[in-house]
Structure formats: C-alpha cells, structure tokens
T-cell receptor, first 113, second 113 residues
C-alpha cells in the first residue's frame, strides 16, 4: 500500500529556534497534503491544507507566519515551526492525499524546551 | 507489525440499514480510540471516540463499541445515509498524556440509495 514518510519522528529544540518537519509520499503523487496537530487525548486538529505549487490554506486561528508550509513537489511537503515556544510542543502529523485516498505519516513529536 | 487493523477494505450497505465497521488492535496499552471519516480529496475529520473505561459511546446515529478482552472495537451507523459514504479510519493511543495515534488502513463505506 501507499506509504507516507514523516521525518523526524521526534525532535527537541530550544525556545526561539525553528524546526522543519518533512512529509513524503513514497510511491504515489500527492496532489494535496494536510497538516494536523494533536494534543494529548484529543482529536487531530487540521492546521492547513496545501496543494502542490500553490500557497497553503490555513485554518482559522493558525498563524501562517509561524507555521510555514511548503509543498514544492507532488511528493514532498514541509512544515516549519518558526521561533518555537513551549506551547508549540505537540504531535504533528501529515496526511498525503492521492486521487481517491489519503494516507497518514507516522507523526512528529515536538518538544520545545 | 500493524497494531491497529481494519480488515475490511470496503463495505457496501443499503440506505437506511445499519453499517458496522470493525477495528482490531494488538497493543494492550492502547486506552483511547477514535474514528475518523474521510471524503475524497479532503482531510480526515474526527467522528467519535471512546476511552477504555467505557464499552460504549453514542453520538446521534453513530455508536462505538469497545470490547477490551477481544481487543476489538466497532463503529455502528444507523440508519446509514448516502452522505455517509466515505473512508473510515480507526485510531488508537496509549498512556496518560499520550500524543501519538496509530491508525488503521481504513474501510471504504458505500451507502447505496
């Protein structure tokens, strides 16, 4: 089956630094990728939707200047958390969508200290 | 090794009848379970969840049942409607404060008018 690879699986960074998370579709072309954030015991919260070659669409309340999304190719999208703060600590997961299905990445646990 | 399994890739149900989607898990540490619904070309959306301290949770037409001894949960939709046609993902998490969700591969439900 189709595989979506998300890297890194976990990262610890200092407050004020930036962190980049990659999401790759390994054996299919993902026209759309979704970025989610999840807090403990809570549902996934959609942050943004990105389509290859165009600007991402952010959900209400998500700071686009803080969470930079790039979807430069049909197989790669990146989420950069800029000037990270402890409250950005969370689990981030991507979902890559092909023509008829979407597949989840393994997720990235971000801890900002 | 898949820790969350949805063994039926697809299911067809007549409108008005009950849809039953099944999910099995192998990790006994899982203590929180969620169902997501996904339409084509859209990201998954949260549907319903259940904690391991319960065996049933109901929300309108949707009911989730959990059988811990069998490590099995099911989502019941009744009555099924054509708009319910989508892919349904089962997900599980473990441990207090756990961020990470483990997803099944999904079951495509088709409700026939």
């Amino acid at each position: 089956g189709a595989v979506v690879s998300q890297h890194p699986s976990w990262v610890i960074c200092k407050s004020g630094t930036s962190v980049k998370i990659e999401c790759r579709s390994l054996d299919f072309q993902a026209t759309t990728m979704f970025w989610y954030r999840q807090f403990p015991k809570q549902s996934l919260m959609l942050m943004a939707t990105s389509n290859e070659g165009s600007k991402a669409t952010y959900e209400q309340g998500v700071e686009k200047d803080k969470f930079l999304i790039n979807h430069a190719s049909l197989t790669l999208s990146t989420l950069t958390v800029t000037s990270a703060h402890p409250e950005d600590s969370s689990f981030y997961i991507c979902s890559a969508s092909g023509a008829t299905e979407a597949f989840f990445g393994q997720g990235t646990r971000l801890t900002v200290v | 090794d898949q820790q969350v399994k949805q063994n039926s890739p697809s299911l067809s149900v007549q409108e008005g009848r009950i849809s039953i989607l099944n999910c099995d898990y192998t990790n006994s540490m899982f203590d929180y379970f969620l169902w997501y619904k996904k339409y084509p070309a859209e990201g998954p959306t949260f549907l319903i969840s259940i904690s391991s301290i319960k065996d049933k949770n109901e929300d309108g037409r949707f009911t989730v049942f959990l059988n811990k001894s069998a490590k099995h949960l099911s989502l019941h939709i009744v009555p099924s409607q054509p708009g319910d046609s989508a892919v349904y993902f089962c997900a599980a998490s473990s441990g207090a404060g756990s961020y990470q969700l483990t997803f099944g591969k999904g079951t495509k439900l088709s409700v026939i008018p």
